[in-house]
């Protein structure tokens, strides 16, 4: 079955730690994203990335990193920069970035220790 | 110009009724408009779109209208069931363009049996 595998669908991250959470596509996507879901707040996009080795900032880039070294995987990084990291975050893909429907993974839960 | 306001930010209805949900947009390049269902500790799934160059659509029990002079959109549901309790988000996507979807704030909707 195509989709988009998120893993640990559970993560917890001690104060000054750095983690990194997993998003791989097998739908031959170019286009792939984070986003951040906090309660009430909606869908807020984090960076993406249209093809392989480039991506941009999102609404809220700041203490987060990502790379897109292979068109299937696109690892987010939640830095101790990154005051209040508990969230769910949801990675999504699609063709191309704009017009197209995106398909999103079950998500990562981060908590803090 | 970016944004998409949704309303309403939750609701309840009895089952068999119409929920109806609202979305507006101030872009007119926006020209591609999803809407996502989500369930608790689910990502979002794509449930049904619309381009405007049609005023509505159907999927089973689901329809968008689509009022190109008032930049709106609306999702109904029609003899809405329990098992249709979830959130729901509108997005907005523009051609041409390198940008992803502009995603709404999001619906919680619960159907009472």
């Known amino acids: 079955d195509g989709g988009i595998t998120q893993s640990p669908k559970y993560l917890f991250r001690k104060e000054g730690q750095n983690v990194t959470l997993s998003c791989e596509q097998n739908l031959n996507h170019d286009a792939m994203y984070w986003y951040r879901q906090d309660p009430g707040q909606g869908l807020r996009l984090i960076y993406y990335?249209?093809?392989?080795?480039?991506?941009q900032k999102g609404d809220i880039a700041e203490g987060y990193s990502v790379s897109r070294e292979k068109k299937e995987s696109f690892p987010l990084t939640v830095t101790s920069a990154q005051k209040n990291p508990t969230a769910f975050y949801l990675c999504?893909?699609?063709?191309?970035?704009?017009?197209?429907?995106?398909?999103f993974g079950d998500g990562t839960r981060l908590s803090i220790l | 110009q970016q944004q998409v306001k949704q309303s309403p930010q939750s609701l309840i209805v009895q089952k068999g009724g119409i929920p109806i949900i609202n979305c507006a947009y101030e872009?007119?390049?926006?020209?591609?408009f999803p809407w996502y269902q989500q369930f608790p500790g689910k990502g979002p799934a794509l449930l049904i779109a619309?381009?405007?160059?049609?005023s509505e659509k159907k999927e089973g029990r689901f329809t968008i209208s689509f009022n190109k002079s008032a930049k709106q959109f609306s999702l109904h549901i029609m003899d809405s069931q329990p098992g249709d309790s979830a959130t729901y988000f509108c997005a907005a996507s523009m051609w041409p363009g390198n940008t992803p979807l502009v995603f709404g704030k999001g619906t919680r909707l619960s159907v009472i049996a």
């Open positions: 999504a893909s699609s063709r191309t970035v704009s017009n197209q429907p995106q398909h």
């Open positions: 990335s249209q093809i392989v080795n480039d991506f």
């Open positions: 619309i381009r405007p160059d049609v």
């Open positions: 872009n007119t390049a926006f020209d591609y």
